[in-house]
């Protein structure tokens, strides 16, 4: 059965392959590969033609806000004719993250954007249309799509760790049967390390994470596709809250010597 209700922390992590190898050799005991362990990952972003969810979302991470919302379509693997998608709304509430969705297919879900045709009849699919109502009836303005390894714990099956690589995204041919070509996201040379939990963080992974040197991020994909292509440009301190391996405050950038920020920050421009 497909899982349609999530509900667990999520903490995000800039890094580079080294320290993707060092965080596995460490956590190599403890970590074992997921039933689907290598996939392609796409997500089409339903939003206002001003992409003002997006945007909302965006100002509540750089202003410590409690509340996030995003409604999206996902699929796993190559999309076809014949491909589940999934239609979920994703929350974000004083540090927890949950998802409901439902799985569908893509006649279906043009059904529904197109004419209003209910998928399927059931709770989470009326929390759907409710959130869609509530935003103005948002459409699809960008697809995501990136390559994921994915790695849970044999010891606590809510816990959950991903690398993704490859980021892009694109604003226009929106419908996924058309691949997943974009523009890039991260910087060369840079994953997106994810880790979920259902409560707080095990010793032993805190540990791994500590002995690689990675420290938390804050950072979001629609966020940064939104931020490149209406060129906007914050200051270093906003920056650095999305790409550096360290928090702001814990940089002291010297002439002499390139923060780990400016450094990233240079690499990304």
Do not use: H
């Not at 460490?26 to 997921?34: D, G, S």
């Amino acid at each position: 059965m497909q899982q349609s209700t999530f509900l667990r922390k999520e903490k995000k992590y800039m890094i580079s392959p080294g320290q993707q190898n060092r965080l596995m050799s460490l956590a190599a005991e403890r970590l074992v590969p997921a039933e689907y362990a290598d996939s392609l990952v796409t997500s089409v972003y339903l939003d206002t033609p001003d992409f003002s969810m997006i945007g909302r979302s965006v100002e509540a991470g750089y202003e410590g806000y409690a509340y996030k919302e995003k409604l999206r379509l996902r699929c796993y693997g190559r999309a076809d004719d014949g491909s589940t998608i999934f239609f979920e709304v994703k929350k974000k509430y004083l540090g927890m993250v949950s998802k409901r969705r439902i799985a569908t297919d893509l006649r279906g879900l043009e059904a529904y954007l197109r004419e209003g045709i209910l998928p399927e009849k059931s709770q989470i699919m009326s929390e759907l249309d409710y959130t869609m109502r509530k935003n103005g009836q948002p459409r699809p303005v960008m697809l995501i799509a990136y390559d994921r390894q994915a790695y849970v714990s044999p010891d606590d099956p809510e816990l959950r760790v991903t690398f993704d690589r490859n980021v892009r995204f694109r604003t226009e041919d929106l419908d996924p049967r058309l691949g997943t070509a974009g523009r890039r996201i991260l910087p060369p040379g840079t994953l997106l390390l994810e880790i979920k939990t259902a409560g707080s963080m095990p010793l032993w992974l805190a540990g791994a994470l500590n002995g690689a040197d990675i420290r938390p991020s804050s950072f979001s994909k629609a966020g940064e596709a939104l931020r490149i292509i209406s060129g906007k440009t914050e200051s270093e301190e906003k920056r650095c809250k999305i790409y550096s391996l360290q928090s702001y405050r814990e940089i002291s950038p010297s002439r002499a010597t390139p923060s780990a920020c400016s450094a990233l920050l240079s690499a990304a421009r």
